[in-house]
Each structure stands twice: as C-alpha cells, then as structure tokens.
C-alpha cells in the first residue's frame, strides 16, 4: 500500500441517535411526528379513561331516571367541553389509525403525501368534532 | 446474538417477536372503524334521544354482540398499544412487567364490567 493512501486520514463519520426528551424542543417537529405523538398521548388517555366512558354507559342504559339525570348533566356547558374534547381524542386517534392501514398497504409512503396525509389527519378529526359540537350545543 | 439471549441474559419483553399482535391491532381497529361509523350516523341523524330508543336499541341480542365484539377488540388494541408504549419509554424490566401486568389487569376489569353493563339492559 502506498504512503498516499495511508496517510488519508479517517473520516469523521456523523453518528444519529434517538433525541434525548430533554432537546425535543430544540427540534421544529414534522407534522406527520406531532400527529404520531398525538396519536399515542390519545390512546393513552382514552385507555385511563376507559372505566368513566363505561360509567357514563352504565348510567345511560340502567334506568329511564338516570337517563334522564345525565340527559340533564350534559346540558352544562363545561360538561359538553368535556365531552368534546374526548371526541376529539378519539377522532384524532381514529384518523390517524386509518391513516396508519392505508400506510400499511404502502400507499402514501413518501415524504410529500405523509405531510399531507398528516395535515388531513388533523384537519378531518377537528371537523368531525365540530360536527359533534354543533350536534351537542343543538344547532341541527 | 444468540448466546447473549440466554439465562439471566435472557431479554425479558412482553411481546411475541411476531406478526400476531400487530395483525390484531389492525383486525382489532377495523371492526371499530365499523362501529365507530355506525354510532356516529346514527347520533348525527337522529333527532329526540329518548331512553326508550336507546335502551331499545342495546336490549337487541344482535347489538349486544357486536357492542361486546367491539368492546373486546378495543381492549386487545389497547393492550398491543399499551404495551407497545410501556416497552418504549420504561427501560426497567420490573418496573416494565409491572406495569404491563397493571394494563391487563385493569383491561380485564374493563372487560367484565361491560358484558355486565351490555347485559343489564
């Protein structure tokens, strides 16, 4: 081997690993990571939450009074809010799940159609829970 | 590899190296898809919620099992994806075991009490 070749020094070669939680911030987010967080954050909540969804289940089918008592708990306004903002849990994680099959077919795999497939997640999930919420507050 | 997988090295992990759960999780999703659209139609054109109408629609058998087949399937995608996220951030086996035995506990609860909301009614 020759001298040349031998004295060419080692490149330094960038090393990539998993951002600390510590620099997230640092870091301008994607849109397609920002729904991938949501989507877990969603889930988990709606996991913890799980037995008051089945409580107010419970109340809604046990009798015709306590029917008619959560019938009158949901005319709060607070209450709607809180209401909604569980739908919108559920929707964002739903349009993202859906957005995650079509993903495993393949489809829309590249950069361009992920970030517009993210913003569409996040665009239908709003109008899905504006629809509710004009359903709840009795617009139609 | 191999070798490092083995005795008090052994890898302890709630997942099954395998396509089964990511299979469920997606199955499991797809017949909530279902139910989803279902419910929502029928909150979004219906007019005058009554308990009759509701409790009406839940005393049907047909609806108590696919209600409970929605149900079990969403506590199955709940334990993949609870799993999934405890197997993520918690670096600690016992802390990990711990946890994910809390999720299928608490799922399992989730379970019982809805067969005996579903077939209260």
């Known amino acids: 081997m020759s001298e040349a070749v031998r004295e060419v020094p080692k490149k330094e070669r960038p090393e990539f690993r998993n951002i600390h939680i510590t620099e997230l911030s640092n870091y301008r987010q994607p849109l397609a990571a920002i729904v991938s967080i949501l989507h877990r954050i969603s889930g988990v909540l709606m996991c913890l939450l799980l037995p008051f969804v089945l409580y107010l289940l419970q109340e809604s089918l046990r009798s015709e009074i306590s029917f008619a008592h959560y019938q009158g708990f949901i005319t709060y306004p607070l209450v709607k809010l809180i209401i909604l903002a569980l739908c919108w849990g559920y929707f964002h994680h739903f349009c993202a799940g859906v957005r995650h099959l079509v993903m495993d077919t393949h489809i829309g795999l590249d950069k361009d159609s992920a970030r517009q497939s993210s913003a569409a997640v996040l665009v239908i999930s709003l109008v899905l829970t504006l629809l509710v919420a004009l359903k709840l507050f009795g617009v139609f | ?121």
Not at chain 2, 60 to 65: D, G
Request: with cysteine.
């Open chain 2, 1 to 121: 590899m191999a070798n490092n997988n083995v005795g008090p090295k052994r890898r302890v992990v709630g997942a099954h190296y395998g396509l089964k759960d990511w299979l469920a999780q997606r199955v499991t999703a797809v017949v909530m898809v279902l139910y989803t659209a279902i419910l929502l139609i029928a909150f979004l054109s219906g007019q005058n919620f009554t308990y009759e109408g509701w409790a009406a629609l839940f005393s049907q058998q047909w609806f108590k099992l696919i209600s409970a087949v929605t149900l079990f399937g969403l506590f199955y995608h709940a334990w993949v994806g609870m799993r999934d996220v405890w197997m993520d951030y918690v670096k600690h086996v016992g802390v990990r075991l711990t946890l994910q035995m809390a999720t299928v506990l608490w799922l399992i609860a989730c379970a019982v009490w809805s067969v005996q909301i579903l077939w209260s009614v």
